[in-house]
């Protein structure tokens, strides 16, 4: 998944830094939601 890998990298948000790379599918976007969800409660 190399739009997960770029999301985790560096600064700056996921859609804006790899939106030209590769659209993200509804499935990385539900993922990183529940990823950021889940970090934030612990």
């Not at 948000?13 to 529940?34: N, Y």
């Amino acid at each position: 998944m190399s739009w997960w890998t770029c999301t985790r990298s560096g600064s700056g948000t996921p859609i804006t830094r790899c939106s030209s790379l590769r659209g993200p599918t509804t499935a990385e976007m539900v993922f990183l939601l529940l990823y950021i969800r889940a970090t934030s409660m612990f």
